[in-house]
Protein backbone atom coordinates (compact mmCIF):
# COMPACT_ATOMS: atom_id res chain seq x y z
CA UNK A 1 0.00 0.00 0.00
CA UNK A 2 3.10 2.43 0.85
CA UNK A 3 6.39 1.90 0.09
CA UNK A 4 9.21 4.29 0.56
CA UNK A 5 12.79 3.65 0.25
CA UNK A 6 15.58 5.65 0.42
CA UNK A 7 13.41 8.87 1.21
CA UNK A 8 15.40 11.65 1.42
CA UNK A 9 14.22 15.33 1.50
CA UNK A 10 16.66 18.51 1.73
CA UNK A 11 15.82 21.98 2.11
CA UNK A 12 19.23 23.50 0.46
CA UNK A 13 21.72 22.64 3.30
CA UNK A 14 18.94 21.08 5.83
CA UNK A 15 18.43 17.55 5.76
CA UNK A 16 15.00 16.75 7.08
CA UNK A 17 14.64 13.23 5.70
CA UNK A 18 17.66 11.23 5.48
CA UNK A 19 17.57 8.11 3.40
CA UNK A 20 14.32 6.95 5.16
CA UNK A 21 12.78 3.15 4.53
CA UNK A 22 9.49 1.95 5.40
CA UNK A 23 6.36 0.03 3.90
CA UNK A 24 2.70 -0.15 4.72
CA UNK A 25 0.72 -3.12 3.95
CA UNK A 26 -2.99 -2.87 3.57
CA UNK A 27 -4.64 -3.69 7.27
CA UNK A 28 -1.11 -2.42 9.30
CA UNK A 29 -2.04 0.36 11.36
CA UNK A 30 1.48 3.24 11.32
CA UNK A 31 2.47 5.76 13.71
CA UNK A 32 4.54 8.33 13.13
CA UNK A 33 5.97 9.23 16.68
CA UNK A 34 8.98 11.99 17.66
CA UNK A 35 10.36 14.59 18.57
CA UNK A 36 9.69 18.22 16.93
CA UNK A 37 11.59 18.74 13.72
CA UNK A 38 11.77 14.44 13.20
CA UNK A 39 10.40 14.74 9.65
CA UNK A 40 7.32 13.45 10.69
CA UNK A 41 5.21 16.26 8.95
CA UNK A 42 7.63 16.09 5.79
CA UNK A 43 7.12 12.46 5.59
CA UNK A 44 3.18 13.29 5.28
CA UNK A 45 3.52 15.93 2.79
CA UNK A 46 5.92 13.69 0.71
CA UNK A 47 3.48 10.42 0.89
CA UNK A 48 0.67 13.16 -0.41
CA UNK A 49 2.58 15.08 -2.95
CA UNK A 50 2.46 18.20 -1.06
CA UNK A 51 6.18 18.05 -1.08
CA UNK A 52 8.28 16.44 -3.55
CA UNK A 53 10.71 14.21 -2.63
CA UNK A 54 14.63 15.01 -3.22
CA UNK A 55 15.76 11.79 -3.74
CA UNK A 56 14.29 7.85 -3.09
CA UNK A 57 10.92 6.26 -4.17
CA UNK A 58 7.79 6.54 -2.87
CA UNK A 59 4.60 4.74 -3.53
CA UNK A 60 1.43 5.13 -2.60
CA UNK A 61 -1.18 2.27 -3.89
CA UNK A 62 0.83 1.18 -6.25
CA UNK A 63 1.02 5.03 -7.66
CA UNK A 64 4.58 6.71 -7.91
CA UNK A 65 4.16 10.66 -6.49
CA UNK A 66 6.63 12.35 -8.36
CA UNK A 67 4.71 10.75 -11.77
CA UNK A 68 1.21 10.17 -10.42
CA UNK A 69 0.02 12.80 -7.91
CA UNK A 70 -3.66 12.87 -9.18
CA UNK A 71 -3.78 9.11 -8.51
CA UNK A 72 -2.30 9.18 -5.27
CA UNK A 73 -4.41 12.30 -4.43
CA UNK A 74 -7.47 10.04 -5.45
CA UNK A 75 -6.71 7.58 -2.64
CA UNK A 76 -5.34 9.48 -0.05
CA UNK A 77 -7.17 11.87 1.98
CA UNK A 78 -5.02 14.09 4.54
CA UNK A 79 -5.75 16.85 6.96
CA UNK A 80 -2.84 18.32 8.20
CA UNK A 81 -2.87 20.33 11.39
CA UNK A 82 -2.63 23.55 9.89
CA UNK A 83 -4.45 22.78 6.47
CA UNK A 84 -4.25 25.16 3.96
CA UNK A 85 -7.33 27.67 3.42
CA UNK A 86 -8.60 30.32 1.09
CA UNK A 87 -10.51 32.39 3.79
CA UNK A 88 -11.82 34.65 0.97
CA UNK A 89 -14.16 31.85 -0.02
CA UNK A 90 -17.44 30.61 1.27
CA UNK A 91 -17.40 27.30 2.75
CA UNK A 92 -19.26 25.42 -0.44
CA UNK A 93 -17.09 27.53 -2.73
CA UNK A 94 -14.05 26.24 -0.90
CA UNK A 95 -15.75 22.64 -1.32
CA UNK A 96 -16.43 23.06 -4.46
CA UNK A 97 -13.28 24.19 -5.73
CA UNK A 98 -11.15 21.40 -4.16
CA UNK A 99 -13.79 18.62 -5.44
CA UNK A 100 -12.87 19.86 -8.58
CA UNK A 101 -9.57 20.02 -8.31
CA UNK A 102 -9.77 16.04 -7.64
CA UNK A 103 -12.43 15.94 -10.90
CA UNK A 104 -15.34 14.42 -8.62
CA UNK A 105 -17.85 13.56 -10.68
CA UNK A 106 -21.53 15.55 -9.77
CA UNK A 107 -19.14 18.12 -7.21
CA UNK A 108 -22.33 20.30 -6.21
CA UNK A 109 -24.30 17.48 -5.47
CA UNK A 110 -21.89 15.69 -2.85
CA UNK A 111 -20.46 18.71 -1.63
CA UNK A 112 -24.46 19.44 -0.73
CA UNK A 113 -24.05 15.93 0.85
CA UNK A 114 -21.48 16.29 2.80
CA UNK A 115 -22.31 19.65 3.95
CA UNK A 116 -25.92 17.91 5.20
CA UNK A 117 -23.66 15.00 6.91
CA UNK A 118 -21.21 16.96 8.92
CA UNK A 119 -24.80 19.62 9.99
CA UNK A 120 -23.43 22.56 7.70
CA UNK A 121 -26.29 22.50 5.81
CA UNK A 122 -27.61 26.24 5.30
CA UNK A 123 -23.97 27.71 6.16
CA UNK A 124 -22.68 27.15 2.34
CA UNK A 125 -22.14 31.07 1.95
CA UNK A 126 -20.83 31.74 5.23
CA UNK A 127 -16.69 32.79 4.29
CA UNK A 128 -14.83 29.99 6.07
Excluded at 22 to 46: H, Q, Y
Aim: glycine share 12%; charged share 20%.
Amino acid sequence: MIHVEKLSKSYGSLVALDSISFSVEKGDILGFVGPNGAGKTTTMRVLTTFLPPTAGIVRVGGFDVLEEPHSVKTIVGYLPETPPLYPELTIGRYLRFVGELRQIDNVRSKVGQVMELVGLKGEENRII
